[in-house]
């Protein structure tokens, strides 16, 4: 197959390298250490180490809290994770940040691509695409946020437009891809989801408008009601499970919306350091945004349906980014939970690379046309360096992650995903503690033993003998003797989902105050203790709705085929 530019080698050789140019300076550098950078790898390393335990779902981050756990992996959406622990169950855990973002532009460019043929010609579909994976938002994330989940997510976005559009049109088919691309933005990142929920739903109200008739609503509304089935695994126990942790934390203090809106300066330094940045580079884009619409509104008969909706979505989206929509975020359900307001850049980096391509191209020389999308090229390589050069690099963030795994020393927490009442600066081992030794409880009065995740770390006192079967994420197991009543502190914070048994009975779990470790009163004699980590009935349900959502998908795919083909026997007979 040639690479031209209407064969989709092209775009993805082009592609590929554009993306390789993002992430050379990792070569020299090291990663780009931003703001969730170890959040990610941490994540990353414990679900790989979890899959070598023969966990193939990981619910519960074992090295989380610095061995205590957390249930991350319930509310946190799966895609990023089980792509990073894949990647790095196959390369060198320093390889894996860049091959991540990497094959994350590659994926934003491709799915622009096939949003853009649909309406442009060839070379302006490909310039879309390579607009649309560098597009300034994307390089924030890969220099300063390091929100690889984010980054995936946004990848999909062009895809999801582009879904909404044929099924806008009446396809029946199309809104089935609607639904599952909708899906897997949900099972990669929250905020982006909310995102694309709320911009599905203008889209679909522009195009009601639009075409003034409901259709459009119906056949929309069908496919997000899929989407969400097909995403039920992991939104149904995120969203019943919540009640569990402190997740109002996540939009607490300097995170809350209200704290960051465009040049907004009433939060903590660093805070309206970054936001400025952001915010600046928000100006530019909606200002070309703003240009490339007068130009694309001459066209606009050519694709008066998908003009009105980027249009629509734009609109809202730089609304959604300043102070005086406070009251949206507020009202809207979940719209808080996005955080930060400039997150919109990402559906407007859609609208930025179609209506800069399409405008591009619409000067009346070919020469000039050129000329100016490679201005437009230069000046994004010109605000990447400047990106570049102030980001913060670190070659030694992800070996220092490894080896606080392998030591068993474990890594931070997060605050919304403690469970109620923990407070995570008191555990034990935590190391901005100062006020006392790690390891050792803070009340004295019973008699506490830390159990590790090996023997060769158990530290049992004078006449207590412990043994360990298995210390697992999700199972653990063990023997005590004693001559003399003891209670043991596992190093494991309390969760609905433990469940304690103690030699043939299920024991009630004590959890001490403030850590909520979990406390195991034994009598004196042999015991033996078991404690796993339960399914709850809403991973069933979740885990059931989506089953029953792939088997109805597949079936109206087969329907749709079967259609397809007796139409085209029909055709061919007359």
């Known amino acids: 197959m040639r690479a031209t530019p209407s064969s989709w080698l092209f775009p993805f050789l082009s592609l590929c390298l554009v993306a390789t140019f993002v992430i050379i300076p990792m070569l020299f ?120 989940a984010e980054l995936l997510a946004g990848a ?36 982006a989801a909310v995102v694309a929920t709320y911009s599905l739903v203008l889209a679909i109200a522009a195009a009601c408008v639009v075409k003034k008739n409901l259709r459009p609503l119906l056949l929309g509304m069908g496919a997000v009601a899929g989407g969400f089935a097909l995403a039920a695994f992991y939104i149904v126990p995120a969203a019943w499970e919540r009640r569990w942790i402190q997740i109002a934390q996540a939009v607490a203090g300097e995170v809350h919306p209200s704290r960051n809106f465009l040049f907004t300066r009433m939060n903590d330094p660093d805070f309206v350091l970054f936001n400025a940045k952001v915010s600046w580079i928000a100006v530019a884009v909606i200002t070309i945004i703003g240009i490339d619409a007068i130009f694309v509104a001459r066209r606009r008969r050519e694709f008066r349906t998908l003009w009105w909706i980027l249009i629509s979505v734009a609109v809202a989206s730089v609304f959604l980014m300043l102070r005086p929509s406070l009251w949206l975020w507020k009202t809207l359900p979940e719209l808080q939970f996005i955080q930060f307001p400039w997150r919109w850049l990402e559906v407007l980096g859609v609208v930025f690379a179609f209506f800069s391509a399409a405008a591009i191209f619409r000067m009346r020389s070919r020469h000039l046309s050129w000329v100016t999308a490679s201005l437009v090229f230069v000046a994004i390589s010109a605000t990447a360096a400047m990106i570049v050069r102030d980001a913060y690099w670190d070659d ?92 043991l502190a596992l190093r494991l914070v309390d969760y609905p989902s433990w469940e304690v048994q103690v030699d043939v009975s299920r024991a009630r779990i004590i959890a ?55 139409a085209a026997i029909v055709t061919d007979g007359g």
């Open 512 to 566: 001490l105050p403030s850590t909520h470790q979990i406390l195991v009163p034994l009598a004196a004699g042999h015991h033996r203790v078991e404690i796993h980590f339960r399914r709850t009935w809403d991973r069933s349900v979740g885990d059931a709705i989506s089953g029953l959502a792939v088997v109805t998908l597949v079936g109206f795919s087969w329907v749709f085929r079967r259609r397809r083909e007796s």
């Open 396 to 487: 030694q963030d992800v070996p220092a992650i490894a080896a606080a795994i392998n030591s068993h020393r474990g890594y931070e927490g997060t605050e919304e995903y403690a469970p109620i009442g923990l407070t995570r600066i008191e555990l034990p081992g935590n190391p901005d503690d100062t006020e006392r030794p790690a390891g050792i409880s803070p009340d004295p009065a019973p008699r506490f033993e830390k159990i590790g995740s090996a023997p060769d770390i158990l530290r049992p006192a004078a006449g207590i003998r412990l043994h360990v079967e298995r210390w697992s994420a999700e199972g653990k197991a063990f023997t005590e003797e004693s001559a003399t009543p003891v209670t």
């Open 29 to 148: 550098l090291g990663n780009a250490s931003g703001h969730d950078f170890d959040f990610h790898v941490a994540s990353w390393m414990d679900v790989a180490g979890q899959w070598r335990e023969g966990i193939a779902y990981p619910r519960w981050a074992e090295w989380a809290n610095w061995g205590f756990g957390e249930p991350r992996f319930i509310f946190y959406p799966p895609a990023s994770w089980v792509a990073g622990a894949a990647l790095g169950s196959a390369m060198p855990w320093r390889m894996v940040p860049g091959t991540f973002i990497w094959l994350s532009l590659v994926l934003a460019g491709m799915s622009m691509w096939v949003f853009a043929r649909e309406w442009l010609p060839p070379p302006q579909a490909v310039v879309a695409a390579l607009l649309y994976s560098v597009n300034p938002y994307n390089l924030v994330i890969v220099y300063y946020r390091s929100d690889f």
């Open 156 to 191: 999909l976005f062009p895809l999801l437009i582009w879904a909404v559009l044929r099924t806008i049109e009446g396809e029946g088919r199309s809104a089935l891809s609607l639904a599952v691309v909708f899906a897997a933005i949900w099972v990669t990142n929250a905020p």
